[in-house]
């Protein structure tokens, strides 16, 4: 995924037919700083598919939107707990854990001890005294050897066979035992596919998170960029087909400009972690708001669109250059491989559809 597209700044803006009509970026009524419109496009008295009705929202209920936010919080608040937890060594942890899980402590404890004992083996010997102790007072063992010692003192030969036979076929079960212990879990695949499933949900309730998140930051930067075009234009009416390259290149733009702030992206991520929806689209609104103003400036130059009705604006040149030498081809380019540095985005906009000629990224030129 495009870093662009994962921070969620804005969408292409390009969604509007490329017809022959003309866009002036009209004010809508829904269209406000404070609760702005949908992207769609606005169309110019004199051409667009105007009357069209606007496409349904894509934003949840404020109800669901509220409730998907409390969930998230808690969610965040209860893994910040556990975390806590685990570094401190506290022992609610186990109390929560095997009565909340009681079969995934069991099958835990056993490889817990052992992967101790590879870490420290003097902390894992600490751990098990205690436990072992009490074990082998409970199943025998410890009485089983005071006998063995008061027998072996009076010379009880046949006591001291008989203890020590209860002792030796302690030892032997505890073998097998331990044997069957380390056997293959039958029930290993059907824990397998519930620990899949659960990961799945999380990564669907993160996916759709970050949708949401994703569309209400689109809405609001698509208003503030139109208000922004208004401005700069000043009433001057545009081709549907240009006004939706003017904002596409504005898209571009910005999400590099935003995306390329120092410190952002480690915030991004800190925020949107923390599964807070309103602070999330106010983090990065904020960011885009401070960057467009330049943005738009900068667009509208490139296509020769700055400053009043008329007066050309400033074209990008090529840094420490001369002019390329290359050869002429034939044939009119994609877009994609012409070079805006040496070619008036204006003018190879107007040769769309005529002759004409632009320079390309490998250094030819091409007509047709």
């Known amino acids: 995924m495009a870093e662009g597209e994962e921070l969620g700044l804005i969408e292409d803006g390009s969604g509007a037919e490329e017809s022959g009509g003309e866009e002036t970026f009209a004010e809508t009524e829904t269209e406000t700083e404070e609760g702005p419109g949908a992207e769609s496009e606005t169309p110019g008295e004199e ?31 209860a893994s910040r707990m556990m975390e806590e937890g685990f570094q401190q060594g506290d022992p609610v942890l186990i109390d929560t854990w095997a009565q909340e899980y009681p ?41 089983t050897v005071n006998d063995l010692e008061a027998a072996i003192a009076g010379e009880r030969y046949e006591d001291i066979a008989k203890h020590f036979g209860a002792l030796k076929n302690f030892l ?23 620990a899949q499933e659960r990961e799945e949900m999380q990564t669907e309730r993160v996916r759709g998170f970050y949708g949401h998140v994703r569309t209400d930051v ?49 915030r991004y991520k800190a925020i949107m972690g923390q599964g807070d929806h309103g602070r999330a689209v106010g983090f990065i609104v904020a960011a885009a ?43 009119r380019p994609k877009t994609s491989d012409v070079d805006f540095t040496r070619t008036d985005k204006a003018t190879w906009l107007g040769s769309l559809t005529s002759h004409g000629e632009a320079w390309l990224k490998n250094g030819k030129k091409a007509r047709w």
Do not use: W
């Not at 349904?56 to 998907?68: D, I, M, N, Q, V």
């Not at 001890?113 to 410890?142: F, N």
């Open 47 to 77: 051409g667009g598919p105007g009357g069209e009705e606007p496409p349904p929202s894509r934003a949840l209920p404020t109800e669901l939107r509220k409730a998907f936010r409390e969930f998230m919080a808690e969610e965040v608040e």
């Open 103 to 143: 079969d995934g402590f069991k099958m835990l404890v056993g490889p817990a001890l052992e992967k101790l004992a590879t870490l420290d083996l003097a902390a894992h010997d600490r751990a098990i005294s205690s436990p072992m102790y009490q074990t082998l007072d409970r199943c025998g063992v410890i009485g």
């Open 172 to 194: 032997m079960e505890l073998r097998n035992f331990a044997s069957k212990a380390k056997a293959p879990d039958p029930l290993k695949a059907d824990r397998d596919k519930l």
């Open 218 to 266: 689109n809405t609001q930067v698509m208003a503030y960029t139109n208000r922004l075009l208004r401005q700069e234009l000043a009433g001057r009416k545009l081709r549907v087909d240009t006004a939706n390259r003017v904002r596409k290149q504005v898209n571009e733009d910005l999400a590099a400009a935003v995306n390329t702030a120092p410190g952002y992206a480690e």
């Open 289 to 331: 708001r401070q960057k467009l103003p330049l943005v738009v400036k900068r667009v509208l130059r490139d296509f020769n669109l700055g400053g009043k009705p008329g007066v050309a604006g400033i074209r990008r040149t090529v840094a420490g250059g001369g002019p390329r030498t290359g050869t002429t081809v034939a044939g």
